[in-house]
């Protein structure tokens, strides 16, 4: 394509402000520091705009004026090093150096007003290499004041001395300024952002670009084009499309395109816009990045039209951390995160009519009514569902479509939140899945849907299960594609019966689950690889499938090859012909909505001929059918004359024909053109106000009024049908008022507590974490023992008498999450514990050992005695090959390299894979060497006294978690040395109101405060009961899904202190020990990034994880949270007396105990206070 060259009306005269802090002195690969490369890049971009001379200030923590300076002098400024600039500057003022911080306020708040007032054009250049500190919030009204009230352009140019390829990875520098402008919707003032390091050494990374160009040219890249050239432009972007094979670069390609867009619809009447971005949109359709990319084009141009036009960078980065950003997204507006073409309509989930379940509609809803908020327990969705009688509905998009990324798993987690609300279900448990598929297949076959609400159904089906199967670098559908068999998240087969069981008899579907499953996968195209496993089930409820396939089988058998060569030549002139047709087809001036519904009656009949089998006969004959209530009167015009602007709804008028811009693009306008509007075209070109294509006037097409063509589209009344949902009504949102208790000792019964509710928000400050969906499983005491009784069948018909489970136990149990130990606690009269303890213990072994046996279980035994926290510990160890005996000892486990554990001794470690052992030896003052030494040498006398020694020649007690021995954690199980009263006691013991729940055997106790902190899953801080492992704590029950409270915080401090550093890339706090990063603040929700208080934690994990893969060592990650291996290291390091045995041993009459290494005395402690009185936990956040 031929661009045109047009002159961009520039500042011969603007100013340039360059970074020299003191990070701008590191050597980038040219061995310049970045300073000099800063001015070496701007000096080449001024020279080739033709700029003469610049007003030149440079700053870090403060400024220097080089006041009005040449250009052709800029490679001429001495830059010296930090250490001699001082000297320097005594002899040549115009030297300048690296120093300081990067405080952009102090130089804008010192520009010289001569240099930007009263001027046509005044343009700002900043030079940086990194992020800013100093007065953020003054720098950002600064830059406001500059742009709102004198009009600046700004041009930001980062330097970094990194190797990054800013396509793949992000830039960090710059970020800050762009974010400022952006939030204060003045990025039309943004003219350019391009990026230099090591990668883009000599041409620049174009982050941003939106040159300002006379009325009728449009800019793409660093090119720009008159309006007129359009169809030409279009024709010039497929052929780019078609030579773009990288994923990235199509998303880049996609990004530029959206401020030509944008361009091209800045005169438009906004009734046109829709149509320009349409035709770009289908240029995509084909790629996979399609669904992203037409999602990037409707939200990017709305983000230029308001001033908030997103960097490439920025967009990117958006892209990352998919479920957290699909959570954001969906609170922030669900109605325009999830995808469809144009939104025309939002269809419901399946809505119960009447008392009967089994009653069910689906409601269509038109754009305007999607506008209320879906409350989740604490979480808020805006824009997520529509009012109908006492309810809110929550909805989609008719016209959803799949887009292979983003858009689907909004889609995903839309679903799953509202069949995880309406089921109490897990959010992450596989019957959301089946569920959903079931309501599916009832919408799809039932015959009062419309086509386009059951369409809208089986593209949620395929979403659905487009999800990554757990473990496998596959999509679900591609796995059952490839003639698997269906199995639950963690691949198990059994399972599947099971899920379709329940699925079917929760939906009333009386057939057996395969039958079932054979309807989904035909409805979704998987029948061919899925038909073999439900043979069985199909044929005994009456399908004629079988049968069939056999006969298909013996005919294909009898083709020979003769025939198949003919049937080959036969398809490929038939698919000519049709190509041919197509062509012809398209070209007709024909109604277009009339012919697709032609298309549609064709398509249905075709389905129909080729499906011989029964099984959607079947399906229909065994259950109650939906219904469906349409607010929404589907008008497929336009009725504004884009012309005149007048309203043709009531006159009628004409319509443009679709037409070809390309070959293959076909543009569809909808408008409906007045009889005034026509008339205006005499003398003049006709052309399509979407593509600027030349149309001929005799091809328009006359188009009746609006009443005319709904009395033709006219159906049958909705009857009015009153839905029953109670947990979508209106009123059923909560406003919680929080308050402490100092003594909550009073003991609830499970059975007297309410931990059901369905939406609430507190009215005080609380951390949430986006991704946190733990909610209260079990209800009733009788649920709870069957819980305890499936899962642990060892702790059935033990005398409880003064013994309990408290704390974690109870939590998992309510929660239905993993358990990581059982905690036992003793009460009563102080010659009871120890008394209550042996017998306990004793019956304890006994039952798991005859339930392990039973189950053809090897388990051997770890006792621990831990005087320090009055713990004793009893760990089960499945041990299939009886690797541990009674004699295994822990010798060498301080210095073995472990592949899932940093090196504990740094000066001396043994490979037992080689066994080698390898000790530090410092050979300079600054340098360390390995020295690698056989096992039998190291253990002689005479090495340096520094070094320990290893206590072991043999390394035969070596093993890794997961490994050939088998060896792996079973049970832990802790018996808390401590005498207490009676329950009420114990909880008095505990620092968290969710600790405060213990079951003995019959039934769970609970306090008020309890019964509160699982009802609205909360933790309220209580500095009463602060103690040094408080804030750990606090953060072990954040993953666990409990918000946590703060009563006395200041969150206006908290808003403050977020807003002067959300313009940098994460904004992290730390209250007390409590560390997290901020994501966004929402009235007194405060929404943390996903597990940023656990950081540190995955960050060492990942560490493992990246040196495993250098060392091509399979690392298994699981054993990263419950590590054998790190428990026994930790054994060994802490000197804890341990003992391995695979029968009882119990303390000797005098209650000493004998261990491997030692003989100690097993003794119960009077019960301490651990808490720290007047302790200020918030600091200075605490609200006076």
Known sequence: MDFDNVEIELDYQPIVLIDNSGSTGTRMQNNKNILQNEIEKISEKLTELGVEEVRLMFWDHKFTNFGTYPVSDLLKIKVASASSLKRERQINKNVIGPQGATYLDCVLEHLPKGWYQDKKVSDLYIVTDGELSGKIRRTSELLKELIEEFGIRIFIMTVESNGTNYSEGNISSGRAIYRMIRENGLMKNVKEFVSFNNYHKDIPFINFMNPDLPRGYIPFRKENFKLEKLPAFIGHIQKIIQSTKDNIDMIKLAHELSISIYNINKHKAEHLQFGTIEIFCRLFEGSKQYGEIREMFLKEIKNHMSGKSSTFTDYKRNREKVFEKAQMSLFESVKDTLKGKNKRSFVSFPARVGENDENKVIIT????????????????????????????????????????GFGD??????????????????????????????????????????EETKNAYKTLMRIMLDRKKYGLDITEFSYLQNNNHPSSSNGN???????????????????????LWYCISKIVGLEKSQLQFCTQDLFADGSNIVEKVKVQESEQKEIGKENKEENENKKENENKEDEEKKKEKVNENVNENEKENEEEKTKVVEVEEKSKDNIYKIIQSNYQQYNEINLIKNIQYEYVCYITLDDTSKTGGYTIPRHHITDTMVCRPNYVLSEEGLQSYQGRDFLCPICYTRIEKNSLIKIKSQKERLKDLETKENKIQIVNEPKYKKDSHEILKITTTDNDYELKLLDECNLKTLSYEFDKPVINDPLGNHRPLVFTQEEFNKSVYKRFPFLNGLNYDGICLAGGFCRSIILKSQMKDLDFFFYGENEDHYKNFLRFYKELIENIKEHESKNNNNISFLLMYKPQFNVFEMVGIVDPNNFISEEYSLDNFSNYKFTSLRRYNKFVYIDPTNKKVYRKKLSSRYKEREIEEDIEKFTKEGIEPWNNKIESKSTGNYFEDRDITGLRIKYRIQFILVKFNGIGDIFDSFDMHPSKVAFDGEHTYLTPDSEMAYRYMMNVIDEKRYSDLFDTRLNKYLCYGFSIVMPHLNIDLIKRYFNNRRYSNVVEMKINKFKFSVSDIDGNNIIINHNSNIKEKLDYIKELQENAKKEDITLYKSSMYCSLVSLLRYVKINKIPYLFCKDIKLPKENTEMIFKEEQIKITFQDKLNSRIHDFNWYGEYKKK
């Open 365 to 404: 809803f038109k754009p305007e009514e999607v506008k209320e908020p879906i409350k989740f327990y604490e979480k808020t969705f805006k824009m997520g569902g529509a009012k109908y009688q006492d309810y809110v509905i929550p909805v989609f998009p008719i016209d959803i479509f799949m887009d292979g």
């Open 493 to 515: 087969t059994k399972k599947i019966t099971y899920l379709l069981n329940n699925a079917a008899k929760s939906e009333k579907i009386n057939v057996k689950p395969y039958t």
């Open 409 to 450: 798993q909004c889609m995903r987690q839309w679903i799953r939140m509202n069949y995880c609300k309406k089921y109490g279900f897990k959010i992450a448990s596989d019957y959301i899945l089946y569920y959903f598929l079931v309501d599916a297949v009832k919408v799809i076959l039932s015959e009062n849907i419309n």
